[in-house]
């Protein structure tokens, strides 16, 4: 025979589940009320952030000031070339010995281009059911360890997508969009790089951010190319260059 709680139990157990109830019902209208003034009235569910809209908004708003910017630094160097001062003479000369380590003169020669895609979808649009989208795109940490590969490799120059990478360049993804240097770019993305192309290739081989990048090509298709280019031009940097330390001379 089953035995029952004891009635003092019970009714002890029962005012439990009344305060309880109450308790949440009262948590309840205290959530219900701070969600209400955070909304101010409006529907919670429509607050939803268009990221491609900020990035767009964002990359206009960069473009221009590179315009403006690009007006003010024309100036200045038509100012500077007045000045006929014999420092600012030996200043010019300095800076323009140094425009090719810096990226800001074009370049060509032999190298390798790198393709990095995204798995294919279906023919609707969507990805394989029951796989983490995260598991079907290109993120930054590929492109960053394709690129620290080249670099291993000895590459002299390198370019992502159509823009030079210089010292200040960074590679940043939201989603599947490449954002550089206030440019957004869609997959595939090329990484294209100047130099030995047995020596990138064999870096490309051994970087262990590459190789579990190429996990992800065999078990779920993603693309990943390599190409020997004979000769491959890359353009000087067009971007903007911040000044961060200036010593007089003299």
Do not use: K
């Amino acid at each position: 025979m089953r035995r029952s709680a004891p009635a003092s139990g019970r009714a002890s157990t029962a005012r439990g589940w009344q305060l309880a109830g109450v308790g949440v019902c009262l948590v309840g209208g205290v959530l219900l009320g701070t969600t209400r003034a955070w909304s101010q009235d409006t529907e919670v569910r429509d607050r939803s952030v268009d990221l491609a809209g900020l990035v767009g908004d964002a990359q206009a708003r960069v473009t221009a000031a590179e315009s403006t910017a690009a007006s003010l630094q024309q100036a200045v160097a038509g100012q500077a070339a007045s000045d006929l001062a014999p420092q600012v003479g030996r200043a010019r000369e300095q800076a323009a010995g140094l425009e090719a380590a810096a990226g800001l003169t074009a370049v060509h020669g032999p190298g390798l281009r790198v393709s990095l895609d995204d798995a294919p979808r279906d023919q609707d649009g969507n990805y394989p059911e029951g796989v983490d989208p995260d598991d079907l795109v290109v993120h930054q940490q590929d492109v960053q360890a394709v690129v620290n590969a080249l670099w291993a490799g000895g590459a002299e120059a390198m370019m992502i997508m159509d823009q030079r990478v210089v010292t200040t360049s960074a590679v940043r993804c939201i989603g599947n969009t490449l954002l550089l240097q206030g440019r957004t770019y869609s997959p595939p993305f090329l990484i294209t790089a100047i130099g030995d192309a047995d020596r990138m290739g064999a870096a490309l081989a051994v970087q262990p951010g590459v190789l579990l990048f190429q996990q992800y090509v065999d078990g779920f298709g993603l693309g990943y190319q390599v190409e020997t280019m004979d000769d491959v031009t890359l353009p000087a940097y067009g971007g903007l260059l911040r000044m961060t330390a200036a010593r007089e001379s003299g």
